[in-house]
């Protein structure tokens, strides 16, 4: 039995050190946080390499005492508490002490700093927790520390480090929550020479606001205060034209501290629930204040949790505080003359698409008597315009397809009578050939949604938005496969604002992107211009599209890709085909129809959408007159 022995104070120093410092974003926290605790207005943060090869923090604010400078490495050493009385009503963000004894343990530091009352400034140098030289030179006031070689001693976990573009999106978002926390601060900071932005330290929140999110999400915005005696909200919320596909956007502050709280997102989601669709999330920059007895912030090392003593009083209060915000606010979006809806070559205007299924979904849940079915039988069209207009393809490649139809039909024979309506498992022949013209006829369409078909003695219904959806994801893919994407150049180009998690995730996984047919070019800061988009998603809200990519590939927290390999990245994006697809409440001819099915059927899987739903099931004549009594 091995014998039992106090470890080496260099190996707990490491040890420890992994609870604080796991990546470049931890050391930024902590040294950022301690440059505010010195009352400091300029703060200015430096990385090269996603902060692997130097993080630099400077500050102007209180400095370290020269006889404090060592003392300030050891463990546990802080100025923030005293005693354990003192955790209850800490108002710091720092108060464990243990950041800067961790960092050195694990990096090469050297920290130069000066008080306002001492001439001259100190420079200490300390490497793998080893202390160094201990000089006097001249410095202005304030702290400046530098961190180079993180992780140099401890190359296992330098290791399990991620590229240098994704650490440095870590500490973008950092920054940017550390500039939304602290308006009456001056936040610079310099990614690899470049400064990414620079707060004006005016105290004012929505210039904060627009310098990260840019100008249409500071276009968007209702203020929001509310207050009680033992709480009080204030900030911004988006309005629901400002909706994300993850809650990346919500941004909320405790006491002065960015944390992550089911209890706080869920209040606030509850507050906009009148206002947004299923599966959206809202827009907010919210700071929250209560008293320091009524918040445990000693939750975790990261101090990202905190504990409420009355958790169901703080829901109710964010809840109702942001409802009400919102109910004094019009809420009717503004329409443009620049974005009027596009004419169809019809001369019809095209409705806006729909939200995907949520009002289809939403209907059926509501138990009601259903209207008379109205079958709609609209004047034919030229068969070659109405592929075009649908499918994008020119009037001779619509000909030579019609030629070469390749779609199948259900056998009449050994029809299984069953009680309820079911999808078409297999097609045995051709329904839409030339030698089946005569024994199939389309009937039209109902509800604007849903088409009718009559072939032999089955009826079919076919779900019109899930029947192109399949066709366009399956058209993409293919191209995709094939390096054959066509891109629709954007006249204007379209400029999206990207925050540093999106900006980091978007130059990670660029190439994807390129591949799938879009174009963009960085246009100054955080903007980009988006000048090209593959062909069957043109037209279909391209900045829309594009952010949700990017929330579709982004976690809810933490900004780590899910299943980030080629093919499921590319399967992402083409699942965007929805967009584009032809939406419910949409009237199509036959023609239109016959085009559709005509590809469809083509496809290995034509029975579902990519998210699984069916495209088409069928009735039986018996089943219907078993339904009349006709057959008992």
């Known amino acids: 039995m091995a014998g039992i022995h106090v470890l080496d104070s260099e190996t707990v120093d490491k040890i420890a050190a992994g609870e604080v410092v796991e990546r470049p974003i931890n050391v930024v926290k902590e040294l950022v946080e301690n440059a505010v605790d010195a009352?400091?207005?300029?703060?200015?943060?430096?990385?090269?390499?996603?902060?692997?090869?130097?993080?630099?923090?400077?500050?102007?604010?209180?400095?370290?005492?020269?006889?404090?400078?060592?003392?300030?490495?050891?463990?546990?050493?802080?100025?923030?508490?005293?005693?354990?009385?003192?955790?209850?009503?800490?108002?710091?963000?720092?108060?464990?002490?243990?950041?800067?004894?961790?960092?050195?343990?694990?990096?090469?530091?050297?920290?130069?700093?000066?008080?306002?009352?001492?001439?001259?400034?100190?420079?200490?140098?300390?490497?793998?927790?080893?202390?160094?030289?201990?000089?006097?030179?001249?410095?202005?006031?304030?702290?400046?520390?530098?961190?180079?070689?993180?992780?140099?001693?401890?190359?296992?976990?330098?290791?399990?480090?991620?590229?240098?573009?994704?650490?440095?999106?870590?500490?973008?978002?950092?920054?940017?929550?550390?500039?939304?926390?602290?308006?009456?601060?001056?936040?610079?900071?310099?990614?690899?020479?470049?400064?990414?932005?620079?707060?004006s330290g005016n105290g004012r929140l929505e210039e904060v606001i627009y310098r990260i999110y840019g100008r249409d999400a500071a276009a968007n915005l209702v203020e929001i205060k509310s207050e009680t005696p033992s709480m009080k909200v204030t900030g911004y919320l988006g309005k629901p034209v400002l909706n994300r596909a993850n809650r990346n956007f919500e941004t909320y502050f405790v006491n002065g501290r960015y944390i992550k709280s089911q209890t706080v997102s869920k209040a606030i989601e509850d507050g906009f629930k009148e206002y947004l669709m299923q599966h959206k999330y809202p827009f907010t920059v919210l700071h929250l204040s209560f008293d320091p007895d009524f918040v445990d912030v000693n939750v975790h090392p990261t101090?990202?949790?905190?504990?409420?003593?009355?958790?169901?009083?703080?829901?109710?209060?964010?809840?109702?505080s942001v409802a009400a915000a919102l109910r004094v606010r019009e809420m009717i979006p503004e329409a443009f003359l620049d974005k009027?809806?596009?004419?169809?070559?019809?001369?019809?205007?095209?409705?806006?698409?729909?939200?995907?299924e949520v009002n289809r979904q939403r209907q059926q849940k509501v138990a009601q008597p259903s209207p008379a079915y109205t079958v709609r039988r609209p004047e034919p069209v030229d068969f070659k315009e109405s592929r075009q207009r649908i499918f994008g393809v020119s009037p001779a490649e619509s000909a030579e397809a019609a030629e070469q139809k390749k779609t199948g039909i259900i056998k009449a024979s050994d029809?299984?009578?069953?009680?309820?309506?079911?999808?078409?498992?297999?097609?045995?022949?051709?329904?839409?050939?030339?030698?089946?013209?005569?024994?199939?006829?389309i009937l039209g369409q109902i509800f604007d949604t849903y088409w009718l078909l009559v072939f032999k003695d089955k009826l079919f219904f076919v779900d019109q938005h899930a029947a192109h959806e399949k066709v366009k994801y399956e058209r993409l893919i293919k191209q995709y496969q094939a390096k054959e994407i066509i891109s629709q150049t954007l006249n204007p180009p379209v400029i999206v604002s990207l925050t540093g998690r999106e900006e980091a995730l978007f130059k990670e996984y660029g190439e994807y992107f390129a591949a799938l047919g879009f174009e963009t070019e960085a246009f100054g800061g955080s903007e980009y211009a988006l000048r090209a988009v593959?062909?069957?998603?043109?037209?279909?809200?391209?900045?829309?599209?594009?952010?949700?990519?990017?929330?579709?590939?982004?976690?809810?927290?933490?900004?780590?890709?899910?299943?980030?390999?080629?093919?499921?990245?590319?399967?992402?994006?083409?699942?965007?085909?929805?967009?584009?697809?032809?939406?419910?409440?949409?009237?199509?001819?036959?023609?239109?129809?016959?085009?559709l099915l005509d590809e469809l059927l083509t496809l290995d899987n034509p029975y579902n959408c990519p998210h699984g739903r069916p495209t088409i099931f069928s009735m039986s004549r018996y089943e219907i007159e078993k339904k009349f009594k006709r057959v008992l």
């Open 39 to 199: 009352c400091a207005s300029a703060v200015t943060v430096e990385i090269k390499e996603g902060g692997i090869s130097l993080i630099r923090v400077t500050d102007n604010g209180n400095g370290i005492e020269p006889e404090q400078v060592k003392t300030a490495f050891q463990r546990h050493a802080t100025s923030k508490i005293r005693t354990a009385a003192d955790l209850t009503g800490v108002v710091s963000l720092g108060f464990r002490g243990e950041a800067l004894s961790s960092i050195a343990a694990v990096s090469q530091v050297e920290l130069i700093t000066k008080t306002r009352e001492s001439l001259t400034g100190i420079r200490f140098s300390i490497e793998g927790g080893k202390e160094g030289s201990l000089e006097e030179i001249g410095a202005p006031d304030g702290t400046t520390v530098l961190v180079r070689n993180l992780f140099y001693n401890t190359p296992v976990r330098k290791k399990f480090l991620k590229q240098p573009v994704t650490e440095a999106g870590y500490i973008t978002d950092l920054m940017e929550h550390m500039a939304l926390c602290r308006p009456d601060v001056s936040f610079q900071y310099i990614l690899n020479g470049q400064v990414r932005f620079h707060t």
């Open 340 to 356: 009027r809806p596009k004419e169809s070559k019809s001369g019809k205007t095209e409705r806006a698409p729909e939200p995907f």
């Open 415 to 441: 029809t299984v009578i069953v009680e309820k309506p079911v999808q078409m498992e297999l097609f045995s022949e051709k329904v839409l050939s030339q030698e089946s013209r005569g024994d199939y006829r």
């Open 303 to 320: 101090k990202m949790d905190v504990r409420f003593s009355d958790t169901i009083g703080v829901y109710d209060f964010i809840s109702s």
């Open 534 to 595: 593959p062909a069957d998603l043109y037209g279909c809200n391209e900045k829309q599209l594009f952010e949700e990519v990017l929330d579709e590939l982004t976690e809810s927290q933490g900004g780590s890709v899910k299943n980030a390999s080629p093919e499921v990245i590319a399967q992402k994006i083409a699942s965007m085909s929805c967009k584009a697809a032809v939406k419910g409440n949409m009237s199509m001819n036959p023609a239109e129809m016959e085009a």
